[in-house]
């Protein structure tokens, strides 16, 4: 089963940053925090990832915080393209079944011009 | 530039009739995965291979199996598909099993079983 839950829709104006909310309130020490989203009809495509530093690319920035039982996935302008299933995932850092990506259901986030 | 390739995008079988889904990758990676995606459901995984070692799913019914004859291409076979196994089936691949990575996917086969 998944280990985080997120909310099952949000929607978000074009432009403005999108805030998706996680919780993994029973994440251990050696697991990783990951965001995936899946456009329609598209395979799952990589976000970012992070274990307990903030992390920025450009595409997004995830914002953990300091107990690690929630994060947060920031879109700073979102677009119409970023609307998406957004999963959250937490994986551990060994191989073996710990190492899968276990997905939940995820937010479906809808830009709307 | 593509890097995981599906073919085909769309299949159609009948109930019964045993069908192949195929996966290539130009990225090099160890490690194969093929997850079943069915409607407004998220991604499961079906089994994965590293290298040439298979790892199924405790889950994974024994009507889907795997085939990779070489770094590059792996296949799905569903001997005997089912109504159930209508599906999205998507295919990724990652350099390593273990430590810090990102998996790879590709655009999906849709299987329809009539």
Known sequence: DAKTTQPPSMDCAEG?????????????????????????????????????????????????????????????????????????????????????????????????? | DAMVIQNPRY??????????????QTLNHNVMYWYQQKSSQAPK????????????EADTPDNFQSRRPNTSFCFLDIRSPGLGDAAMYLCATSARLAGVHEQFFGPGTRLTVL
């Open chain 2, 11 to 24: 299949q159609v079988t009948q109930f019964g009739k045993p069908v192949t889904l195929s996966c290539s």
């Open chain 2, 45 to 56: 995984l079906l089994f994965h291979y590293y290298d040439k070692d298979f790892n199924n």
């Open chain 1, 16 to 113: 403005r940053a999108a805030n998706l909310p996680c919780n993994h309130s029973t994440i251990s020490g050696n697991e990783y925090v990951y965001w995936y989203r899946q456009i329609h009809s598209q395979g799952p495509q990589y976000i970012i990832h992070g274990l307990k530093n903030n992390e920025t690319n450009e595409m997004a920035s995830l914002i953990i915080t300091e107990d690690r039982k929630s994060s947060t996935l920031i879109l700073p302008h979102a677009t119409l393209r970023d609307t998406a299933v957004y999963y959250c995932i937490v994986r551990g850092n060994y191989g073996g079944s710990q190492g899968n990506l276990i997905f939940g259901k995820g937010t479906k986030l809808s830009v709307k011009p």
